[in-house]
């Protein structure tokens, strides 16, 4: 069969342009592209963008903890020595014990959370707040459960 060469030219183009439509249809429809180029099609996997990590103070108990460290330790120094080494020993409690309940009251107050910032497989754009995300990084491809957690995928 004797073709014109620009007809073939056109034939291809248009072919080759068909080619990429029917590909950017798969990708839309929750097919994604694993790097050793198998495909995968589930609608609730993605493509982690980013991994933010939050720190979140609470309402800082600090103050609440140091009274009732000081206290605590004032009455349990008083029970210890005789005289004089009893008042040092009430007065060194209350301090101690303030400081302890200081410390103790800042650290129940705060809590750490992940952002995970992820690019469905349907072209959505999801963000999952987890306790921990220290195994995911960006470019991870993840699964995400019904309860919002994160597995990643082999």
């Given at each position: 069969?004797?073709?014109?060469?620009?007809?073939?030219?056109a034939l291809a183009a248009v072919l080759g342009l068909a080619g990429t439509g029917a590909a950017a249809a798969q990708s839309g429809s929750g097919v994604l592209v694993?790097?050793?180029?198998?495909?995968?099609?589930?609608?609730?996997?993605?493509?982690?963008?980013?991994?933010?990590?939050?720190?979140?103070?609470?309402?800082?108990?600090?103050?609440?903890?140091?009274?009732?460290?000081?206290?605590?330790?004032?009455?349990?120094?008083?029970?210890?020595?005789?005289?004089?080494?009893?008042?040092?020993?009430?007065?060194?409690?209350?301090?101690?014990?303030?400081?302890?309940?200081?410390?103790?009251?800042?650290?129940?107050?705060?809590?750490?959370?992940?952002?995970?910032?992820?690019?469905?497989?349907?072209?959505?754009?999801?963000?999952?707040?987890?306790?921990?995300?220290?195994?995911?990084?960006?470019?991870?491809?993840?699964?995400?459960?019904?309860?919002?957690?994160?597995?990643?995928?082999?």
């Amino acid at each position: 069969m004797n073709t014109h060469p620009l007809f073939s030219l056109a034939l291809a183009a248009v072919l080759g342009l068909a080619g990429t439509g029917a590909a950017a249809a798969q990708s839309g429809s929750g097919v994604l592209v694993r790097s050793d180029g198998i495909y995968l099609r589930c609608d609730q996997c993605g493509t982690v963008q980013r991994v933010e990590h939050n720190v979140s103070q609470g309402s800082g108990h600090g103050t609440a903890g140091a009274v009732i460290g000081a206290i605590a330790g004032g009455v349990l120094g008083n029970q210890v020595g005789k005289g004089s080494g009893r008042t040092l020993a009430t007065v060194g409690g209350a301090v101690g014990g303030g400081f302890a309940g200081h410390a103790i009251g800042n650290k129940t107050g705060s809590s750490d959370s992940w952002t995970v910032r992820i690019k469905m497989g349907n072209g959505s754009i999801q963000n999952v707040q987890v306790k921990d995300a220290s195994a995911i990084r960006e470019g991870d491809m993840v699964q995400v459960d019904a309860n919002g957690n994160i597995m990643r995928i082999q």
